[in-house]
C-alpha cells in the first residue's frame, strides 16, 4: 500500500493527491503503521518537515513516489461486498474471510490513522529506450513465451517490503519507537484503493 501513524493530527493538506501515476509498469505497495500511545507527542517534529525527510528516504530507497493519505475507504466498501456476493473472488476464500476488515485499516492494526503507499517502477534503468517495440514484438513470436517484465528480476514482494521496513526503521529512527506493520500482498488490505486515495494510481 503505505502510511505513517502517530498520535498528531496532520495539518490540512498533508497527503499530496494532485498527480496520479499508471500501474502499468510500477507497483504500488502499503504499509501500515499504527500509532504508540505512550509516544511523546511533543516530541515529533512538524508533519511537513517530517513528511519531506520521509519522501526523501524514500527516493533514496528506491521509491519512485511515496504519498500519504488517511484510512477512510468507505466508499470502496460496496464494491467490495458487491464483488464478493458475485462471486468474482472464485476460489480465493481469503478474500471473503476477513469481510470489511479488508476496507477498515483501523480494525486490522488498531490505532491506525495513516497509511504511506509507495510505488516503485519495475523496468530495468539500464533498459533500451525501444523495450517497448522489442516485448511488442516477441508477442508475436508463437514459439516464444513472455514473462512479464516485473516477474523477470528479483521477487518484488520482498524488494519492497525489504525497503519498506527500511524506510520505517528510519522514521522509528527520528521520531522514536513506534509499532507498525509493512504490507506487500500479504495482508487484507485494500491497496489499489488506498494508492488511489494516496494519489499513486487509479482503478
Do not use: C
Not at 493538506?13 to 499504527?34: C, F, K, M, R, V
Not at 456476493?85 to 486490522?108: C, F, I, V, W
Not at 508463437?142 to 521477487?155: N, P, W
Amino acid at each position: 500500500m503505505p502510511d505513517i501513524i502517530h498520535p498528531l493530527e496532520p495539518p490540512a493538506g498533508l497527503p499530496a493527491a494532485s498527480s496520479t501515476e499508471s500501474a502499468t509498469d510500477s507497483a504500488n505497495e502499503s504499509a501500515i503503521e499504527s500509532a504508540n500511545e505512550a509516544a511523546n507527542q511533543s516530541a515529533i517534529e512538524p508533519m511537513p518537515q517530517l513528511l519531506a525527510q520521509i519522501r526523501q528516504w524514500g527516493h533514496e530507497l528506491g521509491f519512485a513516489d511515496l504519498r500519504v493519505a488517511d484510512i477512510d475507504l468507505a466508499a470502496a466498501e460496496p464494491g467490495l461486498l458487491a464483488w464478493l456476493a458475485a462471486n468474482h473472488h472464485g476460489e480465493m476464500d481469503y478474500m471473503a474471510s476477513h469481510g470489511l476488515k479488508r476496507a477498515r485499516p483501523a480494525e486490522l492494526v488498531p490505532g491506525t490513522v495513516r497509511v504511506i503507499s509507495a510505488r516503485m517502477n519495475y523496468l530495468p534503468s539500464t533498459g533500451s529506450e525501444n523495450w517497448r517495440e522489442r516485448e511488442q514484438a516477441r508477442l508475436h513470436q508463437s514459439r516464444q513465451a513472455v514473462v512479464s517484465l516485473y516477474a523477470r528480476g528479483r521477487d518484488y514482494h520482498k524488494v519492497l517490503r525489504s525497503r519498506l521496513a527500511q524506510l520505517a526503521e528510519k522514521i522509528a529512527a527520528r521520531i522514536g519507537p513506534f509499532g507498525y506493520r509493512v504490507f506487500t500482498d500479504s495482508a487484507p488490505v485494500m491497496e489499489v484503493a488506498l494508492a488511489e486515495k494516496a494519489g499513486l494510481g487509479w482503478r
